[in-house]
């Protein structure tokens, strides 16, 4: 069945980056889109961007671009999401999934920013 | 696209029809899903492409609308359908509603 299993919580400074991944079997890695989507406390969800495996090609909403950098490792079937110039409006749970309308998620990773 | 679900909050008995509404500010061409959220879980797909129920949920859940306006429907509440619903569209970019949180009076 297919599985995304997540990293850990994260702790990190701001103006620090913290990169996150998510590792996924029960499928071909490749073939399909890996999307990320950020949800604040208690709020609401937000697409962040997507990546495709096989060509490394990335679409990205146009609040994140310069924020977020996706990249994928093939050869263990991971996806990666680095967060840069962390500030406490990056304190969050960030989730990856599948290709839209995304059936399939992580369990998702907490990111606190604090000094 | 902008996605408006009203309400914020409902509250119903079990066993209660329950709607739940999710508008867009454009048209979405019935590219819409539904999703339910539990408390520390990550979201469940519901609903895809407005109508179509994701294998595994169970038949009360349904979904309808078309242009800019579509609802998610729950035939009889339970009381383990306590959670928040977003609606999501995905024909123009991807967003998602801001929620209605659903409890049991």
């Known amino acids: 069945q297919v599985k995304l299993l997540q990293s850990g919580a994260a702790l990190v400074k701001p103006g620090a980056s913290v990169k996150m991944s998510c590792k996924a079997s029960g499928y071909t890695f490749t073939d399909y889109w890996v999307s990320w989507v950020k949800q604040s406390h208690g709020k609401s969800l937000e697409w962040i961007g997507e990546?495709?495996?096989?060509?490394?090609?990335?679409n990205f909403n146009e609040k994140f671009k310069g924020k977020a950098t996706l990249t994928v490792d093939k050869s263990t079937s991971t996806a990666y999401m680095e967060l840069s110039r962390l500030t406490s409006e990056d304190s969050a749970i960030y989730y990856c999934t599948d290709t839209t309308p995304f059936a399939y998620w992580g369990q998702g990773t907490l990111v606190t920013v604090s000094s | 696209i902008q996605l408006t679900q009203s309400p914020s909050l409902l509250s119903a008995s079990v066993g209660d029809r329950v709607t739940l509404s999710c508008k867009g500010s454009?048209?979405?061409?019935?590219?819409l899903a539904w999703y339910q959220q539990k408390l520390g879980e990550a979201p469940k797909l519901l609903i895809y492409?407005?109508?179509s129920l994701q294998t595994g949920i169970p038949s009360r859940f349904s979904g309808s609308g078309s242009g800019t306006d579509y609802t998610l429907t729950i035939s009889s509440l339970q009381p383990e359908d306590v959670a928040t619903y977003f609606c999501y569209q995905y024909n123009n970019g991807f967003t998602f509603g801001s929620g209605t949180k659903l409890e049991i009076k």
């Open positions: 492409n407005t109508n």
């Open positions: 454009q048209n979405i061409n019935n590219y």
């Open positions: 990546i495709y495996p096989n060509s490394g090609a990335t």
